[in-house]
């Protein structure tokens, strides 16, 4: 997370992280959890990261609520913008930035997910989740 978006890791010291098989899930510490640790558990917390392809890509949820810490690999867009990335489009990226994920900002708040492949970003958004905003 500090390495691509500039998050710092100590944003994350009250969380614990557990992973099945290519998805890793972030569980804020409770003193609770020894107590329950003898229980099969399905899911656990909120699902933080998937394993996509040579990508740890993180989850749309996640990224809205840490990713107002991040201080790389953002992409600020406007209305035009979003509305290309809806329309299936992609947008030029002038960044010296590997290829992977870029956090979009739009209207000051994070939107979701693009990804930057040889400098253009496509949209990782799902249509539900821009539905709601006003274009």
């Given at each position: 997370m500090y390495?691509?978006?500039?998050i710092k890791k100590?944003?994350?010291?009250?969380y614990l992280?557990?992973?099945?098989?290519?998805t890793?899930?972030f569980?804020r510490?409770?003193?609770f959890?020894s107590e329950?640790?003898?229980?099969?558990?399905?899911r656990l917390?909120?699902?933080?990261f998937?394993e996509v392809g040579?990508?740890?890509?993180?989850?749309?949820?996640?990224?809205?609520?840490?990713?107002?810490h991040?201080?790389?690999?953002l992409l600020?867009?406007?209305e035009?913008?979003?509305?290309?990335l809806i329309?299936?489009?992609?947008?030029p990226?002038?960044?010296?930035?590997?290829?992977g994920?870029?956090i979009?900002?739009?209207?000051g708040e994070v939107?979701?997910?693009g990804l930057?492949?040889?400098g253009?970003?496509?949209?990782q958004?799902?249509?539900d989740?821009?539905?709601?905003?006003?274009?």
């Open positions: 390495e691509r978006f500039g100590e944003l994350f010291d009250d992280i557990f992973s099945k098989k290519r890793f899930w569980l510490k409770s003193r959890i329950v640790s003898h229980l099969k558990i399905k917390g909120i699902k933080a998937q040579s990508f740890m890509k993180p989850t749309t949820r996640f990224i809205q609520y840490f990713g107002v991040a201080t790389k690999a600020i867009i406007d035009k913008q979003l509305r290309q329309d299936g489009d992609f947008l990226f002038n960044n010296e930035l590997e290829n994920y870029v979009l900002f739009f209207k939107l979701g997910l930057l492949i040889k253009m970003v496509r949209s958004l799902a249509l989740e821009v539905r709601y905003l006003t274009i």
